[in-house]
């Protein structure tokens, strides 16, 4: 076939950098005190910053999962099969300690370190991130029971991918998934009609649905159910200690918007087999640890996502010319693509506190404990409410290029809202945050004094927390106006960390326009005199 033109203009593939080259990133790490994981880090985001790693988050997404209830002679097998990138993908994530390695972990700062490669991991690919949660957040739970963990957790902070249905103690490590909704719940997990029966070698039996288990695949669950002392939660494993297959049936995979990578499903319990953990009726008690470690996940998720979408829109603005210049050169495009950047480091930089209070939290620090109660509830209320603006942003910066598949956009664009429902979408969270500061009093003063150690260094971080303190002494209508006050207050702990750490020039943008006001209802509209070239310069490969 004969040419017809001549092909100039186009962007490079996103390929060949170090995805954890992120300064903002890197500067949490090393105040938590996990400076020693960066070398490590750094092997994680060259191979994240890959074509191969690019071609594995591909074939995942292209080639879903397919849902096997039967073999081919009629037996139940109830079995999730994935493409082999999925595999590549989860070997990676696992092989680094994304997953439950972090307890097993001596050094300081290693939740944060943990904390740091699932945000640069997750920029490959964020549906596999799902499974690596639920089995870093499963610890603290099963740890209530220390029968169960003395077993399980070294299994599960195994740096060994070992996928397959096999009995958990027959497996060189394991995966862990979460099952609670209901059809006739939801988040209302009290509403939960599944119920567990005690038998009388101390086990449970369980008869009852679950209308969105995430993983299906994984070796042992947590779930409630309701025991005869209310609401409790079990660890239900696929493959029973004698080799057989617990009754856990696999009705269908979820036709979701997004995370086609993963399975996510609808199953019946037939008189499955249970183990307690914790006490009975306690179940959310005994769970709310894990809820919490899923909801810094989200949180990390969704500040990975901007990372992302902001380094496409500057990758591509820096090599696209419109109009006789470079896009980036452009002063309108110059201001969309900073204040994209501005919104992925505050999400950034509140994702990376969070990281390190649980560290601090978990050695024994009473403030950190109290800072991270209220700061997770509010990071996960905004943080996560901003991935969907931010993706469809960064995706129009690369015009009907980002529209298609081939980009990978869409995926990072369908993927977005994602985090903002798991673990409690936006009304569950903001309320949780109101809970915690009526049920904890001394939630409200730890927040606002670690939002305080920012006070006089600049005027409209104070006038916000000025404002924020005098919503807070108004409880009219309180929970009417839950949202706005979750949002102030994550808006001035986001201005508090980066005034004190960030980039001067991303810290005045950001108070100018998300506490000064200055900034109108879409990205592109920071204010005359931002330094958007320093601020670009913080994403350029």
Not at 22 to 43: I, K, Q, S, V, Y
Not at 161 to 170: I, M, S, T, W
Not at 218 to 235: E, K
Not at 427 to 442: E, G, T
Request: one cysteine or more; glycine letters at 10%; proline letters at 5%.
């Amino acid at each position: 076939m004969a040419a017809t033109h001549e092909v100039t203009n186009q962007v490079p593939d996103p390929f060949g950098h170090d995805v954890a080259a992120d300064p903002t990133l890197l500067a949490a790490l090393h105040r938590a005190g996990a400076g020693w994981a960066e070398e490590d880090l750094h092997r994680l985001g060259v191979l994240a910053g890959s074509e191969q790693a690019w071609d594995w988050a591909r074939g995942a997404n292209d080639h879903p999962p397919v849902l096997r209830t039967h073999d081919r002679y009629g037996h139940r097998v109830d079995e999730v099969e994935f493409h082999p990138y999925w595999h590549e993908l989860m070997r990676t994530a696992v092989s680094h300690g994304l997953h439950a390695a972090p307890w097993r972990e001596t050094r300081p700062g290693a939740h944060t370190a943990r904390a740091a490669k699932f945000y640069v991991w997750g920029q490959v690919e964020a549906g596999h991130t799902c499974p690596v949660s639920m089995t870093y957040a499963a610890v603290p739970a099963l740890r209530t029971t220390p029968e169960l963990a003395s077993w399980l957790e070294p299994l599960l902070a195994s740096t060994e991918y070992d996928f397959g249905l096999r009995e958990p103690h027959g497996k060189r490590g394991l995966i862990a998934g979460m099952s609670m909704t209901e059809k006739q719940g939801g988040s209302d997990v009290r509403a939960n009609t599944t119920t567990a029966a005690p038998q009388p070698d101390g086990t449970y039996r369980l008869v009852g649905h679950k209308w969105f288990t995430s993983a299906p695949m994984s070796d042992v669950f947590l779930t409630l159910a309701q025991a005869p002392g209310g609401l409790s939660c079990f660890l239900l494993p696929r493959v029973l200690p004698d080799g057989s297959r617990n009754p856990i049936r696999l009705q269908r995979l979820k036709d979701k918007l997004g995370n086609k990578s993963n399975a996510s499903s609808e199953i019946e319990y037939e008189d499955a087999v249970g183990w307690l953990v914790g006490e009975e009726g306690r179940g959310v008690r005994t769970i709310i640890e894990m809820v919490n470690m899923t909801r810094l996940d989200c949180t990390v998720g969704a500040a990975s996502g901007m990372r992302y979408g902001a380094f496409r829109a500057v990758q591509h603005a820096t090599h696209r010319r419109a109009f006789g210049a470079a896009l980036i050169d452009q002063p309108l495009m110059r201001n969309v693509l900073a204040d994209l950047v501005v919104e992925s480091e505050a999400a950034t930089a509140v994702a990376m506190r969070l990281a390190e209070s649980t560290d601090q939290a978990l050695a024994g620090d009473e403030q950190a404990a109290l800072v991270r109660r209220l700061g997770l509830a509010v990071a996960k209320y905004w943080v996560c409410k901003r991935g969907p603006m931010h993706a469809a942003e960064a995706l129009e910066c690369l015009g009907g290029n980002g529209y298609v598949e081939e980009s990978g956009m869409p995926r990072l664009y369908r993927e977005a809202p994602l985090v903002s429902i798991w673990e409690g979408s936006g009304n569950v969270a903001a309320l949780d945050a109101l809970r915690a500061m009526a049920r904890q009093p001394a939630v409200v003063e730890a927040l606002l004094g670690e939002i305080d150690l920012a006070s006089g260094a600049d005027r409209r971080l104070d006038a916000a927390v000025a404002g924020l303190r005098k919503q807070l002494g108004d409880t009219s209508d309180l929970e009417y106006r839950t949202r706005r006050l979750v949002e102030q207050l994550a808006l001035a702990f986001q201005g508090s960390l980066l005034v004190r750490h960030g980039s001067p020039a991303v810290a005045d943008a950001f108070c100018a326009s998300r506490l000064g006001g200055d900034h109108g209802g879409a990205f592109g509209t920071l204010p005359v005199g931002a330094d958007t070239g320093a601020i670009l310069d913080r994403v350029r490969p």
